[in-house]
């Protein structure tokens, strides 16, 4: 039986870029270099006796793969050594891990904060699906530290955020926000797909828990769909484990292997993005046709600050309003030849959203104007390509506004 946990112990004082290549590696009898993809449901037991003891938890050897598979274990013990947290789960999709982390933890009458600034299908767990289950929730400006206090209650067992936010890019006190949920003993959960591992570790800054869409940077090549949950061995053990195991959002091992093999490249990747990045910020903050530029790494962001104390890198988004409205914005889309019209980011393909009329065309328009989404909002997802190249697509799509 092969097992990682002989050598974990050193693995620890590794640093991040050797943890995403080594991190949790489990050989097994044939001394493969690569982890290999262990694609099968069931596990078969030697004699009764062992079945039993598994089942009992006196041997820890693989069950299910719905309990757990050994190249999923492999990505949830790398992913945990690289940010630093006790224990990790992989789950079908980063909206499993969003759904898990919170469904596990509350019950009717408990009460849950949440910055209003969130991936649409997050702001329906909150806004309509815990309240369908008696869970109070609470919706604020994550950005309002005053806003926090004044939310929280006895009954708080949560809060949850996104930051960098999408589609706005809007920064929170991580720090700030988890003294105030810990004041009351509740745990803070943090959404950390836009910043990625490579970038920003919210555990430093006192959030209990961390969540990612692996299908984001993790993966970065547009690839598979998966999502990560972090946290101590308390909340992943007792809270999570249980969930997970008898509602089975659990990651297919094939997803699995290809996010390891994304992470040994996150780093890599995720600081061209950021080259990519501010190059085009710079470039394009001033230009005639755009009216609002956002970007954590300009210091006409406005927690510039604070962004560049919780993230190494400004990060791979950039938010801009096309002069025009809906139809300078159209005009825009319509003109690019190289960054393609998705919903998805962090891909290696530049990728661009007009989040009015997709990914937050389920709002009133009150509530998007409250988030800063206007008609003319873009915001576009640096890739790999040339930074030179998307620079002139993006320019000459502007020049046709
Ligand atoms: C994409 C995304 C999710 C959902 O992840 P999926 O893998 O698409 O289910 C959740 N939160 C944020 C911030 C995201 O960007």
Known sequence: MMTSDSNKKNTRNWRPQTLAVRGGLRRSEF??????????????????????????????????????????????????????????????TGMAAVNTSLLALVKAGDHVISSRALFGSCRVIIQDILPRLGVETTLIDGTDLGQWEKAIRPETVCAFLESPSNPMLEVIDLQGVADIVHSVGARLIVDNAFASPALQHPMKFGADVVIYSATKHIDGQGRCLGGLILGDEEYCKD???????????????????????????????????CRNAIDIAREFSTHANVERLLYPELDSHPRHELAMKQMSKG??????????????????????????????????????????????????????????????????SVGLED???????????????
């Open 387 to 401: 930074v030179i190249d998307i620079k002139e697509d993006i320019a000459d799509a502007l020049a046709a506004v």
């Open 239 to 273: 809270i999570i484990e249980p969930f997970m195991r008898h509602t089975g959002p659990s990651l297919s091992p094939f997803n699995a292997w290809v996010m390891l093999k994304g992470l040994e490249t996150l780093e890599l990747r995720v600081a061209q993005h």
């Open 31 to 92: 001394g493969e270099t690569s982890e290999a993809i262990f694609l099968n449901s069931g596990y078969v037991y030697d004699t009764p006796e062992v079945a039993e003891a598994r089942f009992k938890g006196e041997d820890d050897g693989f069950i299910y793969s719905r309990y757990g598979n050994p190249t999923v274990a492999t990505l949830e013990d790398r992913i945990a050594l690289m940010e630093g947290a006790e224990m990790a789960w992989g789950t079908a």
């Open 315 to 380: 990060g791979t988004l950039i938010t801009f309003d096309v002069a025009g409205g809906k139809d300078g914005a159209f005009k825009f889309l319509h003109a690019l030849q190289i960054i393609d019209i998705s919903n998805n980011l962090g891909d290696a393909k530049s990728l661009v959203t007009h989040p009015a009329t997709t990914t937050h065309a389920r709002l009133s328009e009150e509530e998007r104007v409250e988030l800063g989404i206007l008609p003319g909002t873009v915001r576009i």
